[in-house]
T-cell receptor, first 113, second 114 residues
Framework: GDSVTQMEGPVTLSEEAFLTINCTYT??????LFWYVQYPGEGLQLLLK?????DKGSNKGFEATYRKETTSFHLEKGSVQVSDSAVYFC????????????FGKGTRLSVIA | NAGVTQTPKFQVLKTGQSMTLQCAQD?????MYWYRQDPGMGLRLIYY???????DKGEVPNGYNVSRLNKREFSLRLESAAPSQTSVYFC?????????????FGPGTRLTVL
């Protein structure tokens, strides 16, 4: 079945460091890919998305590119801030349409000043 | 526009007690979902409703029941709570007809079963 694998955390970085969180997927066809973020004590919210190969999603300085050849959707940010401390989830929706999101297990990021 | 709302925010139950978690959305979405989140386990799908009048089991349905009361509301019931059901529960909704497929989440219910 469809699945998402993301790097295990926790990840601890100093402010202004470069961030990469790896995400790879297994799916038939052409899934849509997402990154969600969960701040402490809150629900998940969409960070960015890409719906076809080579699309780049971006938001709040974060970017991820849909790479079909490597089945990857790695999250990057050039300079993290303390306020980016959160749990990040990679997810996909299969191409077949109205089916539930498939989530990775999440990666906790802590940014220290 | 409230989005997805959940009640209650916190709940403590004793083993064997029952309760219903309520969820409502005001975005006219067709699809609604219940997840649980446990440390190190990510989000696990309990039940979902692809459209009004339908419900389907997810990854971890045992010990739960759901009701899609109308297009807005989707409730989750624990008939006889167990300590293993201590978790944070999230409701979500999505317009399954749109290719953007963004899923909106509620703030969560933190449940402790003693």
């Amino acid at each position: 079945g469809d699945s998402v694998t993301q790097m295990e955390g926790p990840v601890t970085l100093s402010e202004e460091a470069f961030l990469t969180i790896n995400c790879t997927y297994t799916a038939t066809g052409y899934p849509s890919l997402f990154w969600y973020v969960q701040y402490p004590g809150e629900g998940l919210q969409l960070l960015l998305k890409a719906t076809k190969a080579d699309d780049k999603g971006s938001n709040k300085g974060f970017e991820a590119t849909y790479r079909k050849e490597t089945t990857s959707f790695h999250l990057e940010k050039g300079s993290v801030q303390v306020s980016d401390s959160a749990v990040y989830f990679c997810a996909l929706i299969p191409y077949s349409g109205n089916t539930p999101l498939v989530f990775g297990k999440g990666t906790r990021l802590s940014v220290i000043a | 526009n409230a989005g997805v709302t959940q009640t209650p925010k916190f709940q403590v139950l004793k083993t064997g007690q029952s309760m219903t978690l309520q969820c409502a959305q005001d975005m006219n979405h067709n699809s609604m979902y219940w997840y649980r989140q446990d440390p190190g386990m990510g989000l696990r799908l309990i039940y979902y409703s692809a459209s009004e009048g339908t419900t389907d089991k997810g990854e971890v349905p045992n010990g739960y029941n759901v009701s899609r009361l109308n297009k807005r509301e989707f409730s989750l019931r624990l008939e006889s709570a167990a300590p293993s059901q201590t978790s944070v529960y999230f409701c979500a909704s999505r317009d399954g007809d749109k290719t953007s497929h963004e899923q909106f989440f509620g703030p969560g219910t933190r449940l402790t079963v003693l």
